[in-house]
């Protein structure tokens, strides 16, 4: 197997295609496992969502995504966190019936 940093592909020596292979025997084991299937591009956007959800600097999930911009790592995944932005921001809201109201 070969794989450059340059090309950010990954292909055996004959040329074949190595993420079409793993692909499909990915979705063999998740078939057999009866788990919901998702693609790779799912599970790699769910990856790094769930890494800026938790506060990852966005350089470090630039890196380990391989990205030569961190520009599109903020475009394409921040703005899944619109609602973790809102739910955070609602979360400081002070109501009559608040724990911290309560002495």
């Known amino acids: 197997m070969i794989a450059t940093s340059e090309t950010e592909v990954i ?13 499909k025997r990915l979705m063999a084991i998740v078939k057999q496992a009866g788990v919901p299937a998702y693609s790779l591009h799912a599970l790699r ?6 890494l800026l959800a938790r506060s990852t600097s966005p350089k470090v999930v630039q890196d380990l995504l391989g990205y030569s911009s961190i520009t599109v790592i903020l475009d ?3 703005a899944s966190l619109d609602d973790l932005g809102r739910e955070a921001v609602e979360s400081l809201i002070i109501t009559p019936t608040s724990p911290e109201l309560r002495t």
Not at 11 to 23: K, L, M, N, Q, Y
Not at 45 to 50: L, V
């Open 45 to 50: 956007h769910t990856f790094a969502t769930a």
């Open 11 to 23: 292909t055996e020596e004959v040329g074949r295609d190595c993420i079409t292979h793993f692909s």
């Open 76 to 78: 394409l995944y921040t």
